[in-house]
């Protein structure tokens, strides 16, 4: 199973692009790099999911280097809205992997 | 939204009471899940069912116990349990599988408090 590194908290400016990096050292050649956002006191969300390269949906912006031993989730300008943890994983959840959400990054956005 | 909805939204209950947390998908997922978040800690899991078959129980004390009728509907029965267990309680579903890009899409929690 990758383990991830995030770090554990982070603070921007409204209107800033921010971007939280993750590492992932021992990714499997089949994993799929997702990245979840949590406010307080609800079940995590959703943000993008990537193998390699570059993915960019209406939220967010995935960067994943060519080896893939990091990710790096990127938010345009960010407002306060934005400010909840965000979670990086990488693999599955089945057989005898198991998806593990960390402490995550918690970001807070400053007005 | 999300299409899982989990009841009842927020619970008190005794030491000695016996209650149940219900989860319900409305996306035709094959794999739930059941999460416990305390305060300021991860989210640690709990409870793994695919195919109405628990394939992943992460220890959890027996005071816990799941039940998954079907594909649709996740339950925890809850009894004797500690104030220690007092959480957010967070069901979630995914398609399931050893697909790798398997997501999973959580519902708002239950808040338990236990006096």
């Known amino acids: 199973l990758a383990k991830t590194t995030q770090p554990i908290s982070m603070d921007s400016y409204e209107g800033q692009e921010v971007n939280i990096t993750c590492s992932h050292n021992?990714?499997?050649?089949?994993?799929?790099i997702t990245w979840y956002q949590q406010f307080p006191s609800q079940g995590p969300r959703f943000i993008i999911q990537?193998?390699?390269t570059k993915v960019t949906n209406e939220v967010a912006s995935l960067f994943i280097p060519a080896d893939r031993k990091s990710s790096t989730l990127s938010l345009p300008r960010v407002s306060l809205s934005d400010t909840a943890v965000y979670y990086c994983?990488?693999?599955?959840?089945?057989?005898?992997?198991?998806?593990?959400f960390g402490t995550g990054t918690r970001l807070t956005i400053i007005p | 939204e999300t299409g899982v909805t989990q009841t009842p939204r927020h619970l008190v209950m005794g030491m000695t009471n016996k209650k149940s947390l219900k989860c319900e998908q409305h996306?035709?997922?094959?794999?739930m899940y059941w999460y416990k978040q305390s305060a300021k800690k991860p989210l640690e899991l709990m409870f793994v069912?695919?195919?109405?078959?628990?394939?992943e129980n992460n220890s959890v004390p027996s005071r816990f116990s799941p039940e998954c009728p079907n594909s649709s509907h996740l339950f925890l029965h809850l009894h004797t349990l500690q104030p220690e267990d007092s959480a957010l309680y967070l069901c979630?579903?995914?398609?399931?599988?050893?697909?790798?890009?398997?997501?999973?899409?959580f519902g708002p929690g239950t808040r338990l408090t236990v006096l």
């Open positions: 979630a579903s995914s398609v399931g599988g050893t697909g790798s890009t398997d997501t999973q899409y």
């Open positions: 069912y695919s195919l109405e078959e628990r394939v």
């Open positions: 990537g193998y390699k």
């Open positions: 996306l035709g997922h094959n794999a």
């Open positions: 994983l990488v693999g599955v959840n089945f057989g005898n992997e198991k998806l593990t």
């Open positions: 021992n990714i499997a050649t089949n994993d799929y």
